[in-house]
């Protein structure tokens, strides 16, 4: 099994849904990433969280949100999707330090037509 | 100026060859590097981290130059499995998150 499981895989929605992606580990981790990646701009930090009270914002969380509902599980949601949000989705997992590298899910490829 | 820059590639190169990429980074403070290598649409994994001293693991070389803020990784003796992009991975002073190159393709052609 995966240490670290994203889903859904694939989803196709429609502009206006909302959607929720769900990421889940069982590395024991308590720091956990949302990155999208587009094509040409290599991936891109949209929240982070160091444990289940502490959520910050990356660099690109306008139009995201995220909750962190245990240790292992940490969701991100497209409250009202548009079109440029199409992207491919990955969740990370890290111990503390800074020499701690990330462990990555499987993405989740998302299209909003 | 993008804080990690990378030649986007493609490098084409036979199997048996070496081949050498570099990565520059523009925050001087910046305290921890990293090679991750990502097969085409799947997830990023860890190929090394880069310490100040250099390191190598089998065929790879990882240096840092801090003076000229780059970062560089050696393939010797390709192999057609080592098709992939390369991502070259920067964290900064304060930065609780990484910041990610856009990554260089490698191709390496019987």
């Known amino acids: 099994d995966a240490d670290v499981t994203q889903t859904p895989r694939n989803r196709i929605t429609k502009t206006g849904k909302r959607i929720m992606l769900e990421c889940s580990q069982t590395?024991?981790?308590?720091?956990m990433y949302w990155y999208r990646q587009d094509p040409g701009l290599g991936l891109r930090l949209i929240y982070y969280?160091?444990?289940?009270?502490?959520?910050n914002k990356g660099e690109i969380s306008d139009g995201y949100s995220v909750s962190r509902q245990a240790q292992a599980k940490f969701s991100l949601s497209l409250e009202s999707a548009i079109p440029n949000q199409t992207a491919l989705y990955f969740c990370a997992t890290s111990d503390p330090g800074d020499l701690q590298p990330q462990h990555f899910g499987d993405g989740t490829r998302l299209s909003i037509l | 100026r993008k804080e990690v820059e990378q030649d986007p590639g493609p490098f084409n190169v036979p199997e048996g060859a070496t081949v050498a990429f570099n990565c520059t980074y523009s925050?001087?403070?910046?305290?921890?590097f990293f090679w991750y290598r990502q097969d085409c649409r799947k997830e990023p994994k860890l190929l090394m981290s880069?310490?100040?001293s250099g390191n190598e693991d089998g065929r790879f070389t990882a240096q840092l130059n801090r003076a000229s803020q780059y970062i560089s990784l050696l393939i010797r003796d390709s192999k057609l499995s080592d098709s992939a992009t390369y991502l070259c991975v920067v964290r900064g002073t304060g930065r609780r998150a990484l910041t990610f190159g856009s990554g260089t393709r490698l191709q390496v052609q019987p």
């Open positions: 880069v310490y100040s």
């Open positions: 925050n001087s403070a910046s305290q921890s």
């Open positions: 969280s160091f444990d289940v009270k502490d959520i």
């Open positions: 590395k024991g981790h308590d720091r």
